[in-house]
């Protein structure tokens, strides 16, 4: 893609409409793609064309590759901007879209193929210097599992090696409760992932997850945008993010980044991408995943850097070099995301599908909202149950979690549930707002 073009966003919801902007910031048109349930959506309204993909479950639309290519030929798209979720970290979609002719906003599929495979990413990052969590090689049998625990020394936690975004990971405490989760563990992989493949790593006690926002292009630049910390989670899904990670050293922040633009460069990495890591009480990191695509919890990067990073993909996609230099950056302020999903925390956060009757937005200085619903607009029940995220940034941390305050009295959801309760008692919580917790602090408070 050289100059303006025309890009075909393959995703749904907040992500398809952030992206949409951009294009149009850019000069660049943007193709929308639709499932039966999506017809009237906010993106496909935005857009300057729109391609209807097929049914409303994701299989037949926008998990559908050949759709999603169909798609892009029909409306002269000459590229695919994947979102995340979907279609994003498949290297296989990923050729296709080279070998349709066009150009992907995202990373080569030799970079997404490496770093896909959870233990050849691990196997990576060591050869890069990259510290990584004892672990095993991959397992199929209970026996080889066993005899690696053994070495290990329990806890574990047993993964799978095509897993990601928390799923397909089970801890275990003992040989006896290893043989019951393996089977379970790997049932659940292939069902996932399409494979059953896991591996073994230790368990590390109270571990905070740091991760590490980068962009690289094809002139040899690579660089960091700071670091994330993204803890506060339930079942390993992520609810509150904030950058920089509070209470981090600054010997730890260097090291952090630095390991982080190492392993980008040492797998010839392009486009944007996040490094994921654990760090442990003693402020050791270590190597936990490569997410090779645009992650939800950009904006907190963006709100401390000043960067554009959809902006800055889509420049990389045309061939051109990034728009600044790693000695350009100045980290400024503290910000905060708050995922505001479709779900009743009271309940269990059970999905709560239906229409979105009213939606009163917050604003004010700092104040952020990344959706993709109008008031009337339903909540699918074939999708993710996000509704929006909002963004709170402030000159320190502690004027961050004030903007999120107000801007949370001001959110108003009406028609379904929502997780703006549970974000109130997060963002007043003492215990968040002294410091940093681990990642399974908001499960022991839920408890």
Known sequence: MTGPGRVLVANRGEIAVRVIRACHAAGVEAVAVYSDADAHSQWVRQADHAVHLGGSPAAKSYLNAEAVLAAARSAHADAVHPGYGFLSENARFARAVHDAGLVLVGPPASAIELMGDK???????QAAGVPVVPGSAPITDLAAAQAAADELGYPVLVKAAAGGGGRGIRPVSSAAE????L?????????AFGDGTSYLERALPRPRHVEVQLLADDHGGAVHLFERDCSVQRRRQKLLEEAPAPGLHEETRRRLCEAAVRLARHVGYRNAGTVEFLVDEDQNFYF???NTRIQVEHPISEAISGVDLVAEQLRIAA?????FAQEDLVRTGAALELRINAEDPARGFAPCP???????????PGVRVDTGLVRGDRISPFYDSMIAKLICWGADREQAFSRAEQALREFRI????????????LVGSDKLRSGPVHTTWLEEQLD
Request: no cysteine; glycine share 10%; hydrophobic share 45%.
């Open 288 to 290: 936990m995943e490569m």
């Open 178 to 181: 290893l043989a019951d989760v």
């Open 119 to 125: 233990a050849t990413a691990r196997a990576t990052a």
């Open 319 to 323: 061939g051109k070099p990034l728009s």
């Open 183 to 191: 089977p379970a563990a790997q049932a659940e992989a292939r069902s």
């Open 414 to 425: 009406e028609g379904v549930a929502s997780t703006i309760p549970l974000h109130v008692q």
């Open 354 to 364: 239906g229409e979105v009757t009213a939606f009163d937005l917050p604003g004010g």
